[in-house]
């Protein structure tokens, strides 16, 4: 789980502080890893937030945004070049990191089958 210290910035607002530490965070790291899961040659954040929009009413940008990070420090998705997002900005395309020729998988969390089966 990302430690809530990661999740504010050191001036922020205590309100800041107290969210942090309720914010759902593993849930939301295991739905973005099966996200990107689903593209092997990478995907990019705009495909990312609209899937997660679509299939779990997750429409926050920075529930979704903020992942990416703690996932790259677990060693579990890299970033792999860049591609234009809707708006024509570049933006990192991101895919599970492969280990000695296997996927990087969460040890203790359950995957989706389409993260299984890659």
Known sequence: MT?????YR?????????AAEKVPATRLEKMV??????????????????ICAEEFNVTSYSSITARYKALEEKGLIEFAGKKAGRSGR????????KVM????????????DEVRHL
């Open 3 to 7: 430690d809530p210290h990661k999740l």
């Open 10 to 18: 050191r001036g922020d607002p205590d309100t800041s502080k107290e």
């Open 33 to 50: 890893l099966d996200v990107i899961a689903r593209f092997p040659q990478g995907v990019i954040s705009d495909d990312v937030r609209r």
């Open 90 to 97: 570049n933006q990192r395309i991101m895919r599970i990191k």
């Open 101 to 112: 020729g296997q996927l990087s998988l969460w040890p203790g969390i359950e995957v989706s």
